[in-house]
C-alpha cells in the first residue's frame, strides 16, 4: 500500500503468482480498488484468465519482460479473451502482436501504479524491467532469479554482470519478482559457490523446505540477494563469468 502523491489517495496493490509450465511465474499485479490487473509474462492464456477469474479479478494488461514464448505465448490468447492492451519489449514482436513498444526510461501505468521501464539486455538482446518504486518492487523476468541470474543467449558477461549490480543497487527492502522457480538449484549452486557463507546455508535449508512443501520461493528482496546471490557478490565481470560457466555445466 502507498499514498498516490498525485491524488493524495492510497493505491492498493496486490501481487499474485501463477504457476504454469514446468517452473515458470506468471505474475498479476492487482489494484483492488478498481479491480485491474496485469498479467507480467503469461507463458499461456487458459491458466492465467482462470487464476484471473477465480479471484473475482478483472485482466485489463498484459506486459512482457523478453521476447521468449515462455513469457508471451499467452499473449493473444488473453488479448482475444479481454482485449487487453500488451506493453513490451520491440523483440516481442517476432512472436506477438504488441500495442506499445517501450525501453530505457518510459513510464507505465499498471493497475493504477506507475512502472519505470529498464533496459537489462543479456539473456536476451531487447530484455526489460519494470520497477515501481512507489511499490517497493521490480519484475526483471529472466535476468535474476533468487541466488541465481539468467542465462546470456544474447548479451555479454559484462552486461549482465551490469544489470545485476543495478538491480542490487536498489532499496535494501524492494522486492524482486522473477520469472521462474530455480531458487533450490541456484542455491545449492551457491553452497557450492561460497561454502563459508552462512546466510547462503540458510537460505539453501529454508529453500528445501519450502519446496518440499510446494511453497513459492519468490518474490526475493535486494538485501536476500546482495547476502546469498553469488552471482551478485561477484567482484567484476570477469568473475561474474567464470562463475556463469561453471553453473552452466553444475549438477
Ligand atoms: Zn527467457
Redesign the pocket.
Known amino acids: 500500500m502507498v499514498v498516490d502523491a498525485q491524488h493524495g489517495r492510497m493505491v492498493m496493490i496486490e501481487v499474485a503468482a501463477v504457476s504454469v509450465l514446468t517452473d515458470n511465474y506468471v505474475w498479476l499485479i492487482h489494484n483492488s480498488e478498481s479491480g485491474e490487473t496485469a498479467a507480467v509474462d503469461p507463458s499461456v492464456a487458459d491458466p492465467v484468465l482462470e487464476a484471473v477469474a477465480t479471484r473475482g479479478w478483472r485482466l485489463t494488461q498484459i506486459l512482457n519482460t ?1 521476447w ?1 514464448p ?2 508471451t505465448g499467452g499473449n493473444q490468447g488473453i488479448q482475444a479473451a479481454t482485449g487487453a492492451p500488451i506493453t513490451a519489449p520491440a523483440e516481442a514482436e517476432r512472436v506477438s502482436t504488441v500495442d506499445r513498444i517501450v525501453r530505457e526510461g518510459d513510464r507505465v501505468t499498471v493497475a493504477g501504479a506507475e512502472a519505470v521501464v529498464w533496459d537489462i539486455p543479456a ?2 538482446a531487447g ?1 526489460i524491467a519494470y520497477y515501481f518504486e512507489d511499490e517497493r518492487m521490480i519484475f526483471v ?2 535476468t535474476m532469479f533468487a541466488m541465481g541470474c ?2 546470456l ?1 544474447e548479451g555479454t558477461a559484462q552486461e549482465m554482470f551490469a544489470n545485476l549490480q543495478r538491480i542490487a543497487a536498489l532499496p535494501a527492502d524492494v522486492r524482486i519478482y522473477c ?1 521462474h522457480e530455480y531458487t533450490l538449484a541456484n542455491a545449492r549452486f551457491a553452497a557450492h559457490a561460497e561454502p563459508g557463507n552462512a546466510d547462503v546455508a540458510r537460505r539453501l535449508e529454508q529453500a528445501a523446505e519450502m519446496r518440499g512443501r510446494g511453497e513459492i520461493t519468490l518474490p526475493t528482496t535486494v538485501a536476500e540477494e546482495r547476502a546469498t546471490n553469488p552471482f551478485v557478490r561477484a567482484s567484476d565481470s570477469e568473475e561474474f563469468a567464470r562463475l556463469r560457466s561453471a553453473k552452466d555445466s553444475f549438477r
Do not use: K, M, N, Y
Open positions: 523478453h521468449h515462455d513469457h539473456h536476451t530484455h523476468g529472466d539468467g542465462r543467449f520469472g
